[in-house]
């Protein structure tokens, strides 16, 4: 066997830079390396001819010839020795003998790497014929040859982990047997690239990665890429790859190794945590049934299915506790579907569907021709309360699912259980070209089954208490429509969704004297019950104010001085209190705008404590706001407020809202008030004259102004009323002016006969000249003139009796011997409703008569 043989054989640590010496039979040196001149610093004149022990420290380190048994003698033998070189020092090394075949003067047949070129030796001299080849190297570094050869050895025959080298070109060299971790793989890698027997994504996704480790040289660590094979593209792993850059000695690129690691069942744990974190997460973010289920549907499909359907029982919906009926069954609704978009994609369910299921038994639906049913008999054994099916098996999607082998579970069903009832359940499916349900999966599903629940029976919670605070609030608020001489009214009201509750939202509609009537739109600052109640005080204080036929700026610092009362009493211990009632406390800060609008005048004065100004919408759907000047807040005393007047034409469309409206179409106020512009001109713009054929109804346009706002995500209520405005023509009216006369009574009862009759109103005639003559006589009895005196038809007959005195008369039981005292009395017998408020000029008595 040559030395070269023996040194590839055994794959010797000492290949590359060894020093390397020629001994002859008797164990004399007559070959000496370069490498072993600057190892030992010692040249070959000062080693050759001596006897290889003499460079030993310890000379009995070295074994005599005449000791070697007959195989070392033929194969070599290699050990351990401590050197003195020629400065001194002792040098541990490793060497190995290698005997060498073959006459003297046969030519050296060293390794290429080896020093052949600079061995000095005389073995072409017949007296020292070259009998073996010693190499030696320190002992560390042979030691890490060993390492780095039994590393490799080793990394190759383990199949934990898949490994492969690639040249240049990223052909595959050599590779372990565990490159990939199923079938599809050609039975000799070597030559081949990565997209011959790989997804074409897949395989350029990988190589990607590998060439940016060539160019730069940069390692590569964990980075993770799904993995198909060609044969089976359906399936595939998820591989953690890591390379790193393969160089020569003089620093030529030469290749790249990788190393790939199956991470799958990692890959996939890590995103059913994601998605069971998301699914938390969706679930917990609002406080709607219906919006908790469509974002569990949303979640559901494509993070676990191809299709999910959630169906919540019917109660939840009004915030009852489920309960089956007297058949013993439940009443689900299918509230959300979702499916994953796609050339595969399932046929998605209707919604609203009503399904009865039993709450005692399994979560199957008992449908088989359900969409959303999983079949009957189909189930697979796994986690408790979550039943896997084969949606193959029968079913609508059966002929979808041809192609599923029988007994692979692609469909899941898990009830929503809370408290010990049935809220719903949550079915998912796969489509058949998908991997089918894992045991884990079916974990999975039940926990977020099991998390949806405990949301859904928040929600209802929530729904109960919100319907009852709303109940509240709309028992509080008048009517949606109402019908006056001056307006026809519709209202729309969206109570907030929110965890605080309902607002203070408020408004009104309130018939003045004279055919006027009053509009009022205000908002309590916070939610919830307390924010409800203030409201109900404030409105009803406003009613009684509006009931002294006050001017706009003058209810309003009436108005302000009650909400300061109040909140100076609020702000008072109260000893009867339960100190351990944390409830919210009582809000009374407010915003309000009360207008006026009178249909004889057709012009509407109003005044603003901090609300947002109204919008009128002209005949020809011109939408402005009206100039009003706000003044601050309830609540705020000692700052006045401003009356702004308008003149309305016949058909105008008066606006008030609450600032909740504006905050619905987007943050900014502006923004929401040029959005609310632009709704009130479409919805309310020019079409068929007002009231007439084809005119959408004020509540229908009231919808369309608010559709689009998300009604389960208000952040505060959302308060529309809506007045169209009318005029009293001036042939319904009728006036004249009195001086102090006496005598004028007769002719004022006189002209107003007459004008009664020409308006057909001959039943009301005894009772209006009765009427008038016992307001005007003490008009010109106790004010003096002059005295004015206007009829007004409208809904009702209206009479109004002007004088220039402050002085509010008030009606009193006159005793049996009072010659007078009798006037208001009668008044009141007489007509329906009678009252004063006062004017600029004095006061204004008037008394209303239904029309025959």
Same mark, same amino acid.
């Given at each position: 066997?040559?030395?070269?043989?023996?040194?590839?054989?055994?794959?010797?640590?000492?290949?590359?830079?060894?020093?390397?010496?020629?001994?002859?039979?008797?164990?004399?040196?007559?070959?000496?390396?370069?490498?072993?001149?600057?190892?030992?610093?010692?040249?070959?004149?000062?080693?050759?001819?001596?006897?290889?022990?003499?460079?030993?420290?310890?000379?009995?380190?070295?074994?005599?010839?005449?000791?070697?048994?007959?195989?070392?003698?033929?194969?070599?033998?290699?050990?351990?020795?401590?050197?003195?070189?020629?400065?001194?020092?002792?040098?541990?090394?490793?060497?190995?003998?290698?005997?060498?075949?073959?006459?003297?003067?046969?030519?050296?047949?060293?390794?290429?790497?080896?020093?052949?070129?600079?061995?000095?030796?005389?073995?072409?001299?017949?007296?020292?014929?070259?009998?073996?080849?010693?190499?030696?190297?320190?002992?560390?570094?042979?030691?890490?040859?060993?390492?780095?050869?039994?590393?490799?050895?080793?990394?190759?025959?383990?199949?934990?982990?898949?490994?492969?080298?690639?040249?240049?070109?990223?052909?595959?060299?050599?590779?372990?047997?565990?490159?990939?971790?199923?079938?599809?793989?050609?039975?000799?890698?070597?030559?081949?690239?990565?997209?011959?027997?790989?997804?074409?994504?897949?395989?350029?996704?990988?190589?990607?990665?590998?060439?940016?480790?060539?160019?730069?040289?940069?390692?590569?660590?964990?980075?993770?890429?799904?993995?198909?094979?060609?044969?089976?593209?359906?399936?595939?792993?998820?591989?953690?790859?890591?390379?790193?850059?393969?160089?020569?000695?003089?620093?030529?690129?030469?290749?790249?190794?990788?190393?790939?690691?199956?991470?799958?069942?990692?890959?996939?744990?890590?995103?059913?945590?994601?998605?069971?974190?998301?699914?938390?997460?969706?679930?917990?973010?609002?406080?709607?049934?219906?919006?908790?289920?469509?974002?569990?549907?949303?979640?559901?499909?494509?993070?676990?299915?191809?299709?999910?359907?959630?169906?919540?029982?019917? &109660?939840?919906?009004?915030? !009852?506790?489920? @309960? /089956?009926? #007297?058949? *013993?069954?439940?009443? $689900?609704? =299918?509230?959300? %579907?979702?499916?994953?978009?796609?050339?595969?994609?399932?046929?998605?369910?209707?919604?609203?569907?009503?399904?009865?299921?039993?709450?005692?038994?399994?979560?199957?639906?008992?449908?088989?021709?359900?969409?959303?049913?999983?079949?009957?008999?189909?189930?697979?054994?796994?986690?408790?309360?979550?039943?896997?099916?084969?949606?193959?098996?029968?079913?609508?999607?059966?002929?979808?699912?041809?192609?599923?082998? &029988?007994?692979?579970?692609? !469909?899941?069903? @898990? /009830?929503? #259980?809370? *408290?010990?009832?049935? $809220?719903? =359940?949550?079915? %998912?499916?796969?489509?058949?070209?998908?991997?089918?349900?894992?045991?884990?999966?079916?974990?999975?599903?039940?926990?977020?089954?099991?998390?949806?629940?405990?949301?859904?029976?928040?929600?209802?919670?929530?729904?109960?208490?919100?319907?009852?605070?709303?109940?509240?609030?709309?028992?509080?608020?008048?009517?949606?429509?109402?019908?006056?001489?001056?307006?026809?009214?519709?209202?729309?009201?969206?109570?907030?969704?929110?965890?605080?509750?309902?607002?203070?939202?408020?408004?009104?509609?309130?018939?003045?004297?004279?055919? =006027?009537?009053?509009?009022?739109?205000?908002?309590?600052?916070?939610?919830?019950?307390?924010?409800?109640?203030?409201?109900?005080?404030?409105?009803?204080?406003?009613?009684?104010?509006?009931?002294?036929?006050?001017?706009?700026?003058?209810?309003?610092?009436?108005?302000?001085?009650?909400?300061?009362?109040?909140?100076?009493?609020?702000?008072?211990?109260?000893?009867?209190?339960?100190?351990?009632?944390?409830?919210?406390?009582?809000?009374?800060?407010?915003?309000?705008?009360?207008?006026?609008?009178?249909?004889?005048?057709?012009?509407?004065?109003?005044?603003?404590?901090?609300?947002?100004?109204?919008?009128?919408?002209?005949?020809?759907?011109?939408?402005?706001?009206?100039?009003?000047?706000?003044?601050?807040?309830?609540?705020?005393?000692?700052?006045?407020?401003?009356?702004?007047?308008?003149?309305?034409?016949?058909?105008?469309?008066?606006?008030?809202?609450?600032?909740?409206?504006?905050?619905?179409?987007?943050?900014?106020?502006?923004?929401?008030?040029?959005?609310?512009?632009?709704?009130?001109?479409?919805?309310?713009?020019?079409?068929?004259?007002?009231?007439?054929?084809?005119?959408?109804?004020?509540?229908?346009?009231?919808?369309?102004?608010?559709?689009?706002?998300?009604?389960?995500?208000?952040?505060?209520?959302?308060?529309?009323?809506?007045?169209?405005?009318?005029?009293?023509?001036?042939?319904?009216?009728?006036?004249?002016?009195?001086?102090?006369?006496?005598?004028?009574?007769?002719?004022?009862?006189?002209?107003?006969?007459?004008?009664?009759?020409?308006?057909?109103?001959?039943?009301?005639?005894?009772?209006?000249?009765?009427?008038?003559?016992?307001?005007?006589?003490?008009?010109?009895?106790?004010?003096?003139?002059?005295?004015?005196?206007?009829?007004?038809?409208?809904?009702?007959?209206?009479?109004?009796?002007?004088?220039?005195?402050?002085?509010?008369?008030?009606?009193?039981?006159?005793?049996?011997?009072?010659?007078?005292?009798?006037?208001?009395?009668?008044?009141?017998?007489?007509?329906?409703?009678?009252?004063?408020?006062?004017?600029?000029?004095?006061?204004?008595?008037?008394?209303?008569?239904?029309?025959?």
């Amino acid at each position: 066997m040559s030395a070269a043989d023996a040194l590839h054989r055994g794959r010797s640590p000492f290949l590359g830079s060894a020093a390397g010496a020629l001994l002859d039979a008797d164990g004399r040196i007559v070959g000496w390396t370069l490498e072993a001149e600057r190892l030992l610093a010692l040249g070959a004149a000062q080693v050759r001819g001596r006897p290889v022990r003499e460079l030993l420290a310890d000379p009995a380190g070295w074994p005599s010839l005449a000791d070697l048994t007959e195989q070392q003698r033929l194969d070599g033998w290699s050990g351990a020795a401590e050197l003195r070189s020629g400065r001194g020092e002792e040098l541990a090394v490793a060497y190995q003998v290698l005997p060498l075949g073959g006459p003297p003067t046969e030519p050296c047949s060293c390794p290429p790497t080896g020093p052949r070129e600079d061995l000095r030796d005389d073995h072409d001299r017949p007296d020292a014929p070259a009998r073996y080849f010693v190499l030696a190297a320190p002992a560390t570094q042979v030691a890490r040859s060993r390492q780095d050869q039994a590393f490799t050895r080793e990394l190759f025959l383990q199949d934990r982990v898949g490994l492969a080298v690639f040249d240049d070109r990223l052909r595959l060299i050599r590779t372990n047997t565990h490159l990939l971790p199923y079938s599809g793989l050609p039975p000799d890698l070597r030559g081949r690239r990565l997209g011959d027997f790989l997804q074409p994504q897949d395989a350029e996704a990988v190589e990607r990665g590998l060439h940016e480790v060539l160019r730069t040289g940069r390692p590569l660590v964990g980075a993770e890429e799904l993995v198909r094979t060609i044969e089976d593209p359906a399936g595939g792993a998820v591989m953690a790859i890591s390379a790193f850059r393969l160089q020569a000695p003089d620093g030529q690129v030469i290749g790249v190794t990788a190393l790939f690691t199956d991470v799958t069942e990692l890959h996939r744990s890590g995103e059913r945590l994601a998605l069971l974190h998301r699914a938390t997460a969706a679930v917990g973010g609002s406080l709607s049934v219906s919006a908790t289920a469509e974002e569990l549907a949303a979640v559901l499909a494509p993070g676990l299915a191809d299709l999910a359907v959630v169906d919540v029982a019917e &109660a939840v919906f009004v915030g !009852e506790e489920p @309960a /089956p009926g #007297r058949d *013993g069954r439940l009443v $689900l609704r =299918r509230t959300a %579907v979702a499916v994953t978009p796609g050339p595969n994609a399932l046929p998605a369910p209707p919604t609203g569907v009503a399904v009865q299921v039993d709450p005692d038994d399994p979560p199957t639906p008992a449908d088989p021709a359900d969409p959303a049913a999983p079949a009957e008999g189909a189930g697979v054994t796994g986690t408790p309360g979550v039943e896997a099916h084969d949606a193959g098996a029968g079913g609508a999607a059966a002929g979808a699912a041809a192609d599923t082998p &029988a007994g692979v579970p692609t !469909e899941m069903t @898990a /009830p929503m #259980r809370a *408290g010990g009832s049935l $809220l719903g =359940r949550v079915t %998912v499916r796969r489509a058949p070209n998908r991997p089918p349900y894992l045991p884990a999966d079916r974990e999975l599903l039940r926990e977020i089954a099991d998390r949806a629940a405990l949301a859904l029976d928040n929600a209802r919670r929530y729904t109960r208490e919100h319907r009852a605070a709303v109940g509240l609030q709309r028992s509080l608020l008048p009517p949606s429509q109402a019908e006056t001489a001056a307006v026809s009214t519709a209202s729309v009201y969206l109570p907030t969704d929110t965890a605080s509750g309902i607002g203070g939202d408020w408004f009104d509609v309130i018939p003045l004297s004279s055919a =006027r009537v009053a509009l009022v739109a205000g908002d309590v600052v916070g939610h919830g019950l307390a924010a409800s109640a203030t409201m109900g005080r404030l409105r009803t204080a406003v009613r009684t104010l509006a009931d002294l036929d006050l001017e706009p700026d003058e209810l309003l610092v009436h108005l302000d001085d009650l909400v300061a009362q109040l909140m100076v009493e609020a702000e008072r211990p109260d000893e009867e209190a339960d100190p351990d009632d944390h409830q919210q406390a009582v809000p009374f800060g407010a915003t309000c705008v009360y207008a006026v609008y009178d249909p004889v005048s057709r012009r509407c004065a109003m005044a603003s404590a901090g609300h947002p100004p109204p919008a009128v919408v002209a005949p020809d759907g011109a939408v402005t706001y009206v100039p009003v000047r706000p003044g601050p807040p309830l609540g705020v005393t000692g700052l006045p407020f401003e009356v702004t007047e308008v003149e309305l034409v016949p058909g105008s469309l008066l606006a008030l809202y609450t600032d909740g409206l504006i905050q619905g179409y987007g943050d900014d106020l502006d923004e929401g008030m040029a959005e609310l512009g632009r709704r009130l001109a479409a919805v309310a713009g020019p079409g068929p004259a007002a009231g007439g054929a084809g005119t959408p109804s004020l509540r229908d346009l009231g919808r369309e102004v608010v559709a689009g706002l998300p009604a389960h995500r208000l952040t505060d209520d959302v308060t529309l009323l809506l007045a169209r405005t009318r005029a009293v023509p001036a042939e319904a009216t009728a006036g004249w002016t009195l001086d102090t006369d006496p005598a004028g009574v007769a002719r004022v009862r006189e002209a107003a006969t007459g004008q009664l009759r020409a308006w057909g109103l001959e039943d009301l005639v005894f009772t209006t000249e009765l009427v008038l003559s016992e307001l005007v006589t003490n008009a010109i009895r106790y004010a003096g003139g002059p005295v004015g005196v206007r009829l007004i038809r409208a809904e009702r007959l209206t009479c109004e009796v002007s004088d220039p005195s402050a002085t509010q008369p008030r009606m009193r039981r006159a005793r049996l011997t009072d010659e007078g005292g009798r006037g208001l009395y009668l008044v009141a017998q007489l007509t329906n409703r009678w009252g004063s408020r006062y004017t600029r000029q004095g006061k204004t008595i008037w008394a209303e008569q239904d029309l025959p």
